[in-house]
């Protein structure tokens, strides 16, 4: 992962006025618009610009209501944004679906008493915790007091059953007025703008939208579904259309909700606090599906910012920041597949990952148009799994998507969450398996995102000891609080639950468990009981895995994890049931000591590997320790490292060799094995984000395409003599599947062992990583078959190699060999690596 710079704060893309008015898509020409159909009584003057991209506004406005726009714009102001940058605000957008009649009956009404000076001074300054107190309609002596805030309006009138009665003038976009009598029934706000007048519900005379249960699961962090009750959601509150809005900002003095629906101003819509949850809600009559909104919070030093929302589901495309309105429309297909996922533990079954970052795999292509190429690819190579790099959104591509702002939400670079939906399906269907990496270790510094969100250290740690992450200048989240840990949990099940996601791999799970990770003495603070592991932390992993894998039969937990911690993949749970004492539940953990090792000894010159044998060798101590993937992953083919087949010694014919043998030597070793895209064909040059896979390599007009090509359909091969070989998955965790047969050949360059299934069935790999021919080479192997067949060799000429094969059976002769009874003589080719098989 690097480090990035901070993405720009800008919310909008285009005019708030020409989204307003033309519903246009921010990435996906499928979705609809609630707001396309939105207009305004009194838009911007000609030339103005918007309140957060200076683009011209429509020509229409009034200059005086203009000019009095600017003062109360400029009263406003959002902390950290120019004066200059802050024109006159139009009037809140209203939905054009509302009526525009206005009611024959009139009523008048008496002065309201006037609000006590702190109390609109914190209205007006967007700083009130209980805004609905003040404004809606109110028993007063002999009648009811209604009040309103509809900044640039001209009047507002009261609309009920029988009623019709213009509220009074207060200054500052306050209406108010005593209806004298009984309380009239539901009312809504007639509002002139200085066109034609508006009839809308009024959001303040609405209850709360969110239920005591939800505020209790979310105080006590155990709110397993909180994207169900924060954020954003579409819904009919007591018969009235439009979205809630539900935010945790506890140390905030007040939060507003703005969007385009009010072209940016966020004064009019004043949320409420919702008790000691920290959660304020608001809900908008008329907003749907595709609006853009942000928070406005006004923390505890009275500073306000606009922020995006921690829990939006769809976002715009950065590097615009805005969140957006959406509900998903999509219906599922892959029932059969999501029915049997779980039939099998994932360390008894056949697991090959093909990983793959989306926005370069194909550049240009979205998620509706990957899933009609990367699933019938994937598939062709005979892969079970694909593994995602980061899907979720992140301002910088440079990140690679390792540096989340919207967690809940699919980046919208490639469309919106039911264009991801549409991927995951085809996959599904295709009968391959998605995994998706998942970043709950950090989170970038962005002052429109997470960091600091209510004024204070909320989501990270309050001591920046603990916060600040020295390898990524990023910020760490507290684990140690319920809220946070509940919002990563919650996090990690809704990307299984919605999105239909079969695994998440865990990235940098050692910077989570280990206090003093790349910090140096000074820089950390030992735990309570004076150690250097996290155990917030560690609760947090334990918890996610325990709730993942109960909520979510058959779902893959994977852990990058690059020390000797214990019991990574050991359940969370010991035998009498009790959390906390047991492992981390990981399903599997990446072996990133094999994959080191066992690069270290292919780079080597094979005159050298004698030298080096034993980091082939060093795997087998330990490979039982935990349920482990073989990583050739991104990692290792970028920042100078260069491709898997450059890091081969020898001229390319060797370089070639050497990756096939490699390929061959992995995918018969214990444990499961997951290869980064480009490697598979043999791609010379590292990977970039920037343009992806070099595909030329395998254009049939270039000349070495054989080359690519051959070793492309390699790795087809190993998949399908893996898949259909239970002697290489079916005992990877266990002892009883693997033998070695010759593993102190250092002087020759050659490793041989047995693998075994449940049944007991063999199958015998030979490793020749020596460029000599080897006659008459005998291994020794178990009694009972006569004979033993070679059912893949990477040195055949399908491939690129020399064409050293085993032509028909191999007799098993009655010549003991490394401890066994029978034996086979062979010729071992060239840099290679060949499976046998009984006949």
Request: proline share 9%.
């Amino acid at each position: 992962m690097t480090a990035r710079p901070k993405a720009p704060q800008t919310a909008e893309s285009t005019p708030p006025a020409a989204r307003a008015t033309t519903g246009r898509s921010t990435r996906t020409t499928d979705r609809k618009r609630s707001t396309k159909n939105v207009r305004t009584a009194n838009p911007p003057a000609a030339g103005a610009s918007s309140p957060t991209t200076g683009a011209p506004a429509p020509a229409s406005a009034d200059p005086a209501a203009l000019a009095d726009a600017t003062t109360l714009a400029d009263s406003t102001a959002l902390a950290g944004e120019p004066r200059a940058d802050r024109p006159a605000a139009p009037p809140a957008a209203v939905p054009e679906a509302h009526s525009r009649t206005r009611s024959t009956g009139q009523a008048a009404l008496r002065p309201a008493p006037p609000l006590p000076e702190e109390e609109r001074r914190r209205l007006l300054d967007g700083a009130h915790h209980d805004p609905h107190a003040l404004l809606g309609a109110h028993p007063a002596p002999d009648g009811t007091l209604f009040r309103a805030l509809r900044p640039h309006a001209v009047s507002v009138r009261i609309v009920a059953e029988g009623v019709d009665a213009e509220l009074l003038p207060l200054g500052d976009g306050l209406f108010a007025g005593v209806l004298p009598g009984a309380a009239p029934g539901p009312h809504r706000l007639l509002v002139d703008y200085g066109d034609e007048p508006l009839l809308v519900d009024d959001p303040y005379r609405l209850p709360p939208s969110l239920g005591e249960f939800d505020l209790h699961l979310i105080g006590e962090g155990r709110h397993e579904e909180l994207w169900q009750a924060l954020g954003a959601r579409p819904m009919v509150h007591l018969g009235v259309t439009g979205t809630r809005f539900t935010v945790w900002a506890p140390n905030a003095r007040g939060v507003r909700v703005t969007g385009d629906f009010t072209y940016w101003d966020g004064r009019a819509h004043p949320m409420r606090s919702l008790g000691s949850s920290g959660v304020w809600e608001l809900f908008l009559p008329g907003v749907g599906d595709g609006a853009l909104y942000k928070f406005e919070v006004c923390g505890p030093d009275g500073v306000r910012t606009l922020r995006a929302d921690p829990m939006a589901r769809r976002t715009e495309c950065p590097p615009a920041t805005a969140s957006v309105v959406t509900e998903s429309a999509y219906e599922w297909n892959d029932a059969r597949w999501m029915s049997g996922r779980g039939a099998r533990p994932v360390h008894r079954s056949p697991f090959s990952v093909y990983e793959v970052h989306l926005a370069s795999w194909r550049p240009g292509l979205g998620y509706r148009e990957l899933a009609e190429q990367l699933p019938a690819y994937v598939k062709q190579l005979g892969f079970t799994h694909v593994e995602l790099m980061p899907a979720a959104e992140h301002p910088f591509g440079g990140s690679w998507g390792y540096q989340v702002t919207g967690y809940y939400a699919p980046t919208a670079r490639l469309g919106g969450p039911d264009d991801f939906r549409y991927l995951v399906d085809a996959l599904h269907r295709a009968g391959i398996g998605v995994l998706m990496d998942w970043v709950p270790a950090h989170f970038p510094k962005d002052e429109w995102a997470l960091a600091r969100f209510d004024g204070t250290p909320l989501y990270e740690h309050a001591d920046p000891r603990r916060a600040e992450h020295p390898d990524w200048g990023t910020l760490e989240f507290d684990y140690g609080r319920r809220e946070v840990r509940n919002f990563l949990v919650a996090n990690a099940v809704y990307w299984c639950e919605e999105f239909h996601i079969d695994g998440l791999r865990v990235d940098a799970v050692a910077s989570m468990l280990y206090l003093d990770y790349s910090r140096e003495e000074g820089e950390w603070c030992p735990n309570e009981f004076g150690g250097r592991d996290n155990p917030d932390a560690v609760a947090f992993l334990q918890e996610m895995n325990a709730v993942l894998h109960r909520r979510c039969p058959g779902v893959i937990t994977v852990a990058e994890e690059s020390t000797a911690w214990d019991g990574v993949t050991r359940p969370t749970h010991l035998p009498g049931g009790e959390l906390g004492h047991g492992g981390l539940g990981f399903s599997l953990k990446w072996n990133m000591g094999w994959m080191h090792d066992s690069l270290v000894y292919m780079s080597k010159e094979p005159v050298h590997r004698k030298y080096h044998h034993n980091e082939m060798t060093f795997s087998m101590v330990y490979a039982y320790s935990e349920n482990y993937v073989l990583p050739i992953s991104h990692d290792e083919v970028v920042h100078g490292k260069g491709s898997l087949v450059s890091k081969m010694p020898g001229d390319w014919w060797q370089q070639r060799a050497n990756h096939r043998a490699y390929l061959g030597f992995m995918w018969s070793h214990p444990g499961k094995q997951l290869l980064f895209m480009g490697q598979e064909f043999a791609q010379g040059a590292e990977w970039a984000e920037s343009h992806g896979p070099d595909w030329w390599l395998l254009d049939p007009a270039y000349g070495a395409a054989d080359d690519h090509r051959g070793t492309r359909d390699l790795v087809a091969h190993l998949n399908a003599r893996y898949t259909d070989a239970p002697a290489l998955w079916e005992q990877d965790c266990e002892p009883a599947g693997f033998s070695w047969v010759v593993a102190d050949a250092g002087e020759d360059n050659v490793l041989a062992f047995l693998r075994f299934a449940a049944d007991g069935s063999p199958l015998l790999a030979v490793c020749n990583f020596s460029p000599v021919v080897r006659h008459g080479y005998r291994i020794g192997v178990p009694d009972g078959p006569s004979h033993w067949r070679e059912v893949l060799n990477t040195d055949a000429e399908r491939y690129g190699g020399s064409g050293v094969v085993q032509v028909g059976p191999v007799p098993a002769e009655q010549h003991g060999q490394h401890g066994r009874g029978a034996s086979l003589s062979l010729t071992l080719p060239p840099l290679a690596t060949a499976w046998y098989q009984p006949a």
